[in-house]
């Protein structure tokens, strides 16, 4: 099973950026996804989190309004649109899958990674 996140880089304060998710080793259409990040020198944090069919979505108040978490079942994928990035938002950014628990908790499987960095 593995989580293969993609799309990170560096951008400028207030540029966009889609980071995706490409899942393989089994079907994960049935459970929740959701996106966490760890900031340099901090603990990693949720940002976002879908339902498995998307029809509820969760996010951190630090990017309500910025963010949209996105799903498709049919590939397997799940995405984060970011939008007016803001250097606050440097961080490295990792999709997860399959909650035991809370939407903002533990999840069972993890992906590698991926760079944002936001210059201002």
């Known amino acids: 099973v593995q989580l293969q996140a993609s799309g990170g880089g560096l951008v400028q304060t207030g540029d966009s950026l889609r980071l995706s998710c490409a899942a393989s080793g089994r079907t994960f259409s049935n459970v929740a996804m959701a996106w966490f990040r760890r900031p340099p020198g901090k603990e990693r944090e949720f940002v976002s989190a879908s339902t498995w069919r998307g029809e509820v979505t969760y996010y951190a108040e630090s990017v309500k309004g910025r963010f949209t978490i996105s799903r498709d079942n049919a590939k397997n994928a799940v995405y984060l649109q970011m939008n007016s990035l803001k250097p606050e938002d440097t961080a490295v950014y990792y999709c997860?899958?399959?909650?035991?628990?809370?939407?903002?908790?533990?999840?069972?499987?993890w992906g590698q990674g991926t760079q944002v960095t936001v210059s201002s």
């Open positions: 997860a899958a399959d909650p035991p628990g809370s939407y903002s908790g533990s999840y069972r499987y």
